[in-house]
């Protein structure tokens, strides 16, 4: 059994192909899912946070480290930041790959954040049923799912683990898709995200491009912030905002009022 953090102590779990969690959720893939997915026809978001050490708003505990891991450092004006980089599909209704009684086309490929639905990718974050899409009868099944706190099938326990390194060890190459692609502009954590929807022949093109260099090349970034209070902390920190916040080239997605 993969090394794994515990959960609630028994929990039973049974899908019941109801499709509520392939409606309206932009599903992180790992490079090779983006890939088949650009081959598929799907468009692709790509959603990005960033962290500096004094941010206004920053996760604790373990689950910082795992910020950390998943970002790539990078420069940004006058000091450091690890920008966290997400390759998700675009599914602002329903999966392009929902058929109509609600089944997955491509059940035996599907994403890996798919295969390990209703667990959470996130170390040490516990699942929780109220915050998840799955019905009730979901939950009534006589069908094991956690058991003293961790995944009964060992085959879910490793696609977890292999979710979470397979994030960790493709940082880089995320962060020099963006730099082929021209894109450079991030949000600050907990201040929200800022979404890319990118020309998917000229996403497929760096992705295969960045795949194959023998170099690894991340660029500078710069921020865009949801406030002046917010825009203010990021300059005295050092960092660089950007001047193309109304060019269109991104869509900054806001997750705090601040002001």
């Known amino acids: 059994m993969p090394n794994l953090s515990p959960q609630r102590a028994d929990v039973n779990f049974a ?11 932009h599903v992180p893939l790992t490079l090779g899912e983006a890939r088949q997915w650009a081959a598929d026809g799907g468009q692709i978001v790509i959603l990005v946070e ?10 604790w505990g373990k689950e910082l480290a795992h910020v950390v891991k998943r970002s790539q450092e990078v420069l940004s004006g006058q000091t450091q930041a690890h920008v966290a980089i997400n ?23 599907r994403p890996l954040v798919c295969r390990i639905y209703p667990m959470e990718i996130v170390p040490d974050l516990v699942m929780l049923q109220e915050e998840k899409d799955c019905p009730p009868e979901a939950w009534q099944q006589s069908e ?20 979470r390194q397979t994030n960790y060890e493709q940082v880089s190459l995320r962060a020099a898709i963006c730099a082929e692609l021209g894109i450079g502009t991030a949000a600050l954590k907990g201040d929200g995200f800022t ?14 491009k960045v795949s194959s260099a023998r170099e690894v ?14 825009a203010e ?19 900054f997605i806001p997750v705090t009022s601040a002001t």
């Open 15 to 25: 899908c019941v192909g109801c499709g509520k969690c392939c409606t309206g959720h």
């Open 50 to 59: 960033a962290l500096l050490e004094s941010s206004l708003v920053r996760p």
């Open 87 to 109: 390759l998700a599909a675009f599914n602002p209704a329903e999966c392009m790959h929902l058929d109509d009684d609600k089944r997955c086309r491509i059940y035996e490929r």
């Open 144 to 163: 094991p799912y956690l058991r003293n706190g961790l995944p009964a099938d060992p085959e879910l326990a490793r696609l977890i683990v292999l979710s």
């Open 195 to 208: 979404a890319y929807f990118p020309d998917m022949t000229r996403f497929a093109d760096a992705l295969d």
């Open 217 to 230: 090349v991340v660029g500078e970034w710069d921020f865009a912030a949801s406030s002046v209070k917010i």
């Open 233 to 251: 902390h990021l300059a005295a920190q050092g960092a660089a905002l950007t001047q193309s916040a109304n060019s269109g080239a991104f869509q």
